[in-house]
């Protein structure tokens, strides 16, 4: 189970306004998305093997965050093997990666296993910290407007500070942009 910074019923409305979230009635919808410059918002999550990691607990490292839909299928998969791929390049510069769906760590851990994948994949059923970084809302999939997951990636300084924020990305080749973006020669 996901926390997010002052978790339980009174805190997550908190964290909802302060995050620009806005509550629909069992449904939150976005109002503001994460820029460049902003505090990253903490979460707790449980990763592929169970164990808790917590964002501030990284504080002094680099961190991406990325969000995928869901583990195992045929975008996620092309996206977190080319974060697998070009992982020593990112280790090298400085950066830990974080994969974050709503899958449950059972089916991360299985998605680790079959794909070789290097890096830490989070577990966010409840979609909290999606919601708390706007990577969840309407979208266009096939021509109908649907809510789901935005493929969004963030990256977030030593100090926990958001130094790109990038939404609605394409699985195929974001790795590569991302890089070219970072300053990290391929």
Not at 97 to 119: C, E, H, I
Request: glycine share 12%; aromatic share 6%.
């Amino acid at each position: 189970m996901g926390s997010v910074s002052g978790a339980g019923d009174q805190g997550r409305d908190e964290q909802l306004l302060l995050s620009g979230l806005r509550d629909t009635g069992g449904m939150t919808e976005t109002t503001a998305r994460i820029q460049a410059g902003d505090t990253a918002p903490d979460f707790t999550l449980l990763d592929q093997d169970g164990a808790e990691v917590t964002l501030s607990g990284l504080r002094g490292q680099k961190v991406i965050v990325y969000f995928y839909p869901e583990a195992g299928t045929p975008g996620c998969t092309t996206e977190a093997c080319d974060f697998r791929d070009n992982l020593n390049s990112l280790k090298s510069a400085g950066y830990t990666v974080l994969g974050v769906s709503r899958d449950a760590p059972a089916k991360l851990k299985g998605f680790v296993d079959d794909q070789g994948l290097n890096f830490t994949l989070l577990s966010d059923p409840d979609s909290a910290v999606h919601e708390l970084y706007a990577a969840w809302g309407e979208k266009k999939l096939y021509g109908k407007t649907v809510v789901g997951v935005l493929r969004s990636t963030f990256v977030i300084d030593e100090e926990g500070v958001v130094t790109l924020a990038l939404y609605n990305v394409k699985a195929t080749g974001h790795v590569a942009s991302l890089r070219k973006k970072l300053g990290i020669d391929a």
